[in-house]
């Protein structure tokens, strides 16, 4: 069902000799479970969501295939993978950041179909933040392996930070997708340009904070490994 997807994602991780292998190992890992909860009924409609994790996981890999436009967001992460000087979770932040800030509220609005109710897709999409929920710890255990810092940050409250930061992120994608999804064609191709400007500004802020958080980030870098092929091995877990 998503066999071909996953591996596709895993091809990008394993095939990339630079940071842009994080986010795609990440991505191969919780598409696999994913695929796992649709096997065990967790959805409502499971062929319908693994329609939705298809389509989305095209939109992020079409631009890197050329089969689709590349947005400026994901430009700006493309533009520092080879950065040495960003955090691992710096890379993996600008790769979530484009895809579920920019690329899920239109995925959203394109497998509901023009005329069609979103709240049909609202239970499953909720649904998915449990998933994420459940994988995290897997992940940053692994993370932890390549990025020594990660795992006193987790166990301060830098995961519930996390999984907050990331529902707060999903939800807001739903009501870009609502406000979109309420738009004529016109309306919604302006209203998609101003959505990729301001995803494009978060990135510059994932990248460039301001002092003292640029300060701070220095010193956790020393404790994070340098070679991106170790890293993304580590982030891709069973996968690898």
């Known amino acids: 069902m ?5 591996e596709r994602l895993r091809s990008a991780a ?13 991505y191969a890992r919780v598409t696999d479970r994913v695929q796992n909860a649709i096997t065990d009924g967790r959805f409502g409609d499971g062929e319908r969501m693994a329609r939705f994790a298809r389509t989305f996981a095209d939109w992020y890999l079409g631009p890197r295939h050329g089969s689709r436009p590349t947005p400026v967001c994901w430009e700006a992460a493309g ?10 979770v710096q890379h993996l932040l600008l790769g979530i950041n ?8 239109q995925v959203v609005v394109e497998l509901a179909g023009v005329g069609e109710s979103l709240d049909e897709l609202r ?25 020594g810092w990660t795992q006193l940050a987790a166990a301060r409250g830098g995961r519930r930070l996390f999984s907050f930061s990331l529902d707060r992120a ?3 994608a739903w009501h870009a997708a609502e406000r979109l999804h309420r738009l004529d064609d016109a309306s919604r191709a302006r209203d998609v340009l101003e959505l990729d400007r301001l995803v494009s500004v978060l990135s ?25 092929r170790r890293v993304t091995s580590q982030l891709l877990g069973h996968l690898a």
């Open 2 to 6: 998503l066999e071909p997807t996953i």
């Open 14 to 26: 394993r095939d990339a000799e630079d940071a842009s292998g994080y986010f795609a190992a990440m």
């Open 79 to 88: 533009d520092v993978v080879d950065d040495r000087k960003l955090l691992i």
């Open 98 to 105: 484009a895809h579920v800030n920019h690329d899920l509220p």
């Open 123 to 147: 239970p499953d999409f909720d649904a998915i933040n449990d998933i994420l929920a459940e994988t995290q710890p897997a992940i940053l255990r692994d993370l932890g392996r390549v990025s």
């Open 170 to 172: 999903r939800a807001q």
């Open 204 to 228: 510059y802020l994932i990248t460039r904070p301001s002092a003292p958080i640029s300060w701070l980030l220095a010193i956790p870098r020393w404790l994070e490994d340098d070679d991106p």
